[in-house]
């Protein structure tokens, strides 16, 4: 259970716009949004800043997903990896490849950009002084310098949704809370556990 729950004002008019947009976005009404509500503009203008930074831009909506997965998975947010898992499954990534993102160095899965892409996403969760110099020239190979703001961009989005979801206890809802299970039913399956 969360440690908040939904805001009283999550049935104003003015809410319920914002909360079907991000159904309608999502497949499901997400518990975070339900504890944003308690900041109506908060919530308002993340939305805003979620969309164009998930939903535009030149850099592949795939690939911003897989670095959403890499970003939660290193913070220890269930909650965000699985939303990120869920919603790059329902672009078309494979089972497979979100559950081999942390092989991304050496899985054939991957591309040379998004080695680059995802080592910086990587380092950049574990603490942002642990992106190189190094790290940024094999970004520059691949992506111009607005593709990097973005790359950048996903990962700074996903840091504050990853301490705002696991400091709240955020309760996963059921739709990623399958694929999640299933995604580690598979891995386990994989590796013998």
């Avoid at 850099?59 to 997903?65: C, E, H, Q, S």
């Avoid at 380092?123 to 992506?143: R, S, Y």
Wanted: hydrophobic share 40%.
């Amino acid at each position: 259970m969360s440690r908040i729950p939904p805001s009283e004002h999550a049935d104003a008019p003015e809410m319920r716009q914002l909360l079907a947009q991000a159904e309608a976005s999502m497949g499901y009404l997400p518990n975070d949004v339900l504890s944003l509500s308690h900041w109506p503009e908060l919530l308002k203008n993340l939305g805003g800043l979620i969309k164009t930074i998930l939903e535009s831009g030149e850099v592949d909506p795939d690939l911003k997903r897989l670095i959403g997965i890499i970003s939660s998975r290193t913070q220890g947010c269930t909650y965000c990896s699985a939303h990120s898992s869920y919603a790059a499954n329902k672009l078309g990534i494979t089972a497979e490849k979100i559950a081999s993102v942390f092989e991304f160095e050496t899985s054939p899965l991957f591309s040379d950009a998004e080695r680059a892409a995802l080592r910086v996403a990587w380092h950049g969760a574990l603490q942002p002084n642990a992106v190189t110099d190094e790290d940024f020239a094999a970004l520059k190979l691949h992506f111009s310098e607005r593709q990097i703001a973005e790359i950048v961009a996903v990962l700074s989005l996903y840091g504050f949704l990853n301490r705002w979801n696991e400091t709240l206890q955020t309760e996963l809802e059921p739709l990623p809370a399958e694929f999640n299970a299933a995604l580690q039913q598979s891995s386990e399956q994989k590796s013998g556990t």
